[in-house]
């Protein structure tokens, strides 16, 4: 059947001690580290806020949704390291090189970057300079907050945190988690599907997310599956890290909604909407304008005849 044939990405995977006891060994293993990681952070940041006689420990932790620039680098940071070792030490108890987190088949290609990079961007800026006929009346109204001196300075760190955090969360879920469950069980479809659950669950606390729930998660789960099957039908992580890393880019440098990923040093912000419907519109939009990036990204990199096809692969012919 074809529901239950498997995956020559995942059979490629099967490297190492990737059997079911090194999983759960794997998995248990990475509870205390994230115990300790997580400690650390804290300690840290607690030694930090006495030595520069800012309470940045307190805020911190009181802070539900930061605003300004070091809060929400702390936040980046805070999910980055606690990400990153558990996905190491998880991939080494298997026995697997920390480099196949970010290249499972082959070496690392910054080329399909610089591809992907130029293709989302082109794709994002004729949404933004082309509008939608009949729906003028869903379009948020949009408020420029200006260039400051701020920008020039945390430009960077921004740029640094947010990588860390996005890749943090590729590494563990697609990097690490995706990888070893898709190599123990040989129904191709569990290990996406479980995985993009995993991810999904992480964003309940969100009371933004809770709020249209429905319509939310049907956007988050056919993305992230999306997403997966570009990682499966490339062999390597690279547009999964791209896509995540300008999604949350534009979120919190570019263009957001207030009360969201927007803060201070985000250049555009649009006003909270109360009304359920019109948010439903807006998501289903911002779905409809997904799934038009994955095509022109499926033909770039998936349609035979495109000038930047990635040929398909076996287990026999690949390995990382």
Not at 61 to 71: F, I, K, R
Not at 92 to 108: D, E, H, M, N, Y
Not at 139 to 161: A, D, Q, S
Not at 262 to 287: G, H, Q
Request: with cysteine; hydrophobic share 50%; glycine share 6%.
């Amino acid at each position: 059947m074809n529901a239950l044939k498997k995956s020559p990405y995942f059979l490629s995977q099967r490297l190492g001690r990737w059997k079911w006891p090194w999983l759960i060994l794997a998995i248990l293993s990475v509870i205390p580290v994230a115990i300790l990681a997580s400690n650390l952070f804290d300690y840290l940041l607690e030694v930090f806020s006495k030595f520069t006689g800012t309470p940045w420990y307190r805020l911190f932790m009181e802070t539900d949704q930061a605003t300004d620039p070091p809060l929400v680098l702390l936040e980046l940071l805070c999910v980055g390291l606690l990400c990153w070792p558990i996905a190491i030490v998880g991939s080494l108890i298997q026995g697997r090189a920390v480099k196949t987190l970010v290249a499972p088949i082959k070496s690392f290609r910054w080329g399909l970057v610089g591809k992907t990079i130029l293709l989302v961007m082109l794709i994002q800026l004729l949404f933004f300079l082309i509008p939608i006929p009949g729906l003028n009346e869903f379009e948020p109204i949009f408020k420029f907050n200006g260039f400051r001196t701020e920008h020039g300075y945390w430009l960077l760190p921004m740029i640094v945190c947010i990588l860390l955090q996005t890749t943090g969360e590729d590494v563990f879920f697609k990097g690490f988690l995706l990888r070893q469950f898709g190599a123990v069980v040989p129904v191709f479809w569990f290990a996406p599907v479980l995985v993009t659950a995993c991810f999904v669950s992480i964003h309940f606390g969100n009371p933004d997310f809770m709020k249209n729930i429905g319509t939310i998660l049907v956007y988050f789960v056919m993305t992230e599956l999306i997403i997966i099957f570009f990682l499966m039908r490339s062999g390597g992580m690279e547009i999964p890290l791209v896509l995540h890393f300008l999604n949350n880019f534009i979120l919190f440098m570019v263009c957001a909604e207030e009360g969201t990923q927007a803060n201070e040093l985000t250049l555009w912000v649009y006003e909270k909407c109360e009304d359920d419907f019109i948010n439903r519109v807006r998501i289903y939009i911002s779905l409809g304008q997904e799934l038009i990036l994955f095509a022109g990204l499926y033909l770039m990199f998936f349609w035979h005849r495109s000038p930047y096809y990635i040929h398909p692969f076996n287990r026999g012919s690949t390995g990382p």
